[in-house]
């Protein structure tokens, strides 16, 4: 069983659409990350949080510590957005990662 | 700042040849991380270190891995002797006290 979960594993919207990834995680969290990585292989972090919300331009994170889950979720979708989108949970010194989330974004 | 940089970007090598992969933090952060990933296993955490000191390395797949960062500015992942099962990109990541990681562009490492 994998501590990280996330859902679905690949998204195809229309640009415009709002989208949302979940991520849900078994282990006891520190903090919660959520990753971007384009198709050229570069990996940028998008946001950190330990609890409630943060938004950033169109993108915006939640995360609810009782149920062990957060949802990213995208406004207005761009085809720009193509990516994949990866859950990464810190407990201590250790750090588990989802599968990502593969999205694409149709003009 | 240039971001983290990571050298070589590419580097191919046969079975049993030493491979040292390098990376340089941005200035000011105190902590790096070495991921690897691979289609097989996704991401996955390496070693990090803290303040120059290797704070965990239970990630190290084994003693055929190894890593250093003698300086605030420089670390290297070493693998000696490199297996066809090594292959995958390794990415070094660096961030300041809680705040969020930047990741460097990633050594692709092929060992044929």
């Known amino acids: 069983k994998n501590e990280v979960e996330q859902s679905p594993q690949n998204l195809t919207a229309q640009e415009g659409e709002f989208i949302t990834i979940n991520c849900s995680y078994s282990?006891?969290?520190?903090?919660l990350h959520w990753l971007q990585q384009h198709p050229g292989g570069g990996i940028v972090s998008l946001f950190m949080?330990?609890?409630g919300k943060k938004k950033h331009g169109r993108l915006i994170a939640t995360i609810n510590i009782q149920e062990k889950h957060s949802s990213l979720h995208i406004t207005a979708s761009h085809p720009r957005d193509s990516a994949v989108y990866i859950c990464?949970?810190?407990?201590?010194?250790?750090?588990?990662f989802g599968t990502g989330t593969s999205l694409t974004v149709i003009p | 700042d240039a971001g983290v940089i990571q050298s070589p970007r590419h580097e191919v090598t046969e079975m049993g040849q030493e491979v040292t992969l390098r990376c340089k933090p941005i200035?000011?952060?105190?902590?790096l991380f070495w991921y690897r990933q691979t289609m097989m296993r996704g991401l996955e955490l390496l070693i990090y270190?803290?303040?120059?000191?290797?704070?965990?390395d239970s990630g190290m797949p084994e003693d055929r891995f190894s890593a250093k960062m003698p300086n605030a500015s420089f670390s290297t992942l070493k693998i000696q002797p490199s297996e066809p099962r090594d292959s995958a990109v390794y990415f070094c990541?660096?961030?300041?006290?809680?705040?969020?990681?930047?990741f460097g562009p990633g050594t692709r490492l092929t060992v044929t």
């Open positions: 949080l330990s609890s």
């Open positions: 200035s000011g952060h105190n902590s």
């Open positions: 990541a660096s961030r300041s006290s809680a705040y969020e990681q930047y």
């Open positions: 270190f803290n303040n120059n000191v290797p704070i965990d």
């Open positions: 282990v006891g969290i520190s903090a």
């Open positions: 990464a949970v810190r407990y201590g010194n250790q750090f588990y």
